[in-house]
């Protein structure tokens, strides 16, 4: 499965698949199962997920997106076993996955009041949830790195989104989806700098383990930094020289020599990277190893993420 290079025969590689940027036969047949409303398969994944805080971040965050709309269902499970944490984690991050699909548009909000109020209950709703799930496992960052998504969405203030990070830092500073949660956080978007999301990210793949992804933060940041300049679907000019040498070196300070849950995430940040930049050569050697699995991010900065993703194969003349 995935993109391989394209020879004057016109060979051509496997299907692309959107939206399930992870190896992990296990997650796609839970997922694929809670989509036809099957649970049991997603609670046997969370209950093996325990001893890997990555693991367990990556299954529960697609199981919630996935499980989105039938939250309810989720509410009867709890009710049925209410000493499972794992369930009380799916049901929390799966209410801050529902929150943000309601979140209106910024252009919209005058007119759609009512939906920005189901917004804010929806995402307030997740944290009982997450606080049962870190109640019954305390040593779990994961219920954690959920809660920044809710205090981001909340616009809670700077000391409650700093004691959040500090709970996860101190069960599992490396976790990749914490950091990333916190990336966003500190990004001008969300009413951080540039310089402290930079800087974050900077000692974030400082401290990173050689085949750890945490690297990736750094083209991500770069991302964020000029995304809310640009229109979408635009390709030239996305970073200057000094931030492309910088995403150069993350680059060559991870090396995948063993498997990570969100190595193919990570792939996929530096492969849009680089092809943003004509860096062909690491273009095609990221994007290659995504295995065809496409990540929103960083794809969506550029406009929909499939489509993104294909075009940039094209170019490089993967398939």
Not at 53 to 80: C, F, H, Q, Y
Not at 283 to 294: E, F, P
Request: aromatic letters at 8%.
């Amino acid at each position: 499965m995935g993109v391989t290079d394209v020879n004057r025969s016109g060979a051509r590689g496997a299907r692309v698949i959107a939206d399930r940027p992870w190896a992990d036969t296990v997650l796609d047949e839970a997922v694929a199962a809670v989509r036809n409303k099957s649970y049991e398969a997603a609670i046997s994944a969370l209950a093996e997920s325990r001893p890997n805080p990555e693991l367990r971040a990556l299954r529960v965050e697609a199981l919630a997106k996935a499980a989105m709309g039938w939250s309810r269902a989720l509410e009867t499970l709890v009710a049925r076993d209410r000493g499972n944490p794992d369930l009380w984690l799916w049901l929390g991050r799966t209410l801050v996955e529902e929150a943000w699909r309601l979140k209106p548009d910024l252009r919209a909000r005058a007119v759609q009041a009512h939906r920005l109020e189901a917004f804010r209950q929806t995402m307030e709703s997740a944290r009982q949830p997450l606080l049962s799930a870190a109640s019954l496992m305390p040593g779990d960052p994961v219920p954690w790195e959920a809660m920044i998504w809710v205090t981001l969405g909340m616009d809670r203030p700077w000391a409650e989104k700093d004691a959040i990070w500090f709970e996860v830092e101190r069960r599992y500073p490396t976790l990749f989806s914490a950091n990333l949660a916190r990336l966003m956080t500190l990004s001008p978007a969300w009413g951080g700098t540039d310089q402290g999301m930079l800087e974050f990210a900077r000692g974030a793949a400082a401290r990173a383990a050689t085949s750890d992804p945490l690297p990736a933060l750094l083209p991500l940041a770069h991302f964020e930094q000029v995304a809310a300049g640009r229109r979408p679907m635009s390709r030239g000019g996305w970073f200057c020289d000094e931030a492309l040498r910088e995403i150069v070196a993350a680059a060559g300070s991870w090396w995948q020599h063993r498997a990570h849950p969100r190595a193919i995430e990570a792939h996929n940040l530096f492969g849009a990277a680089f092809y943003l930049a004509d860096l062909r050569r690491p273009a095609r050697s990221h994007l290659t190893r995504t295995g065809g699995r496409v990540s929103n991010l960083p794809w969506s900065y550029l406009g929909d993420p499939l489509q993104q993703f294909l075009r940039a194969c094209g170019r490089l003349n993967l398939r």
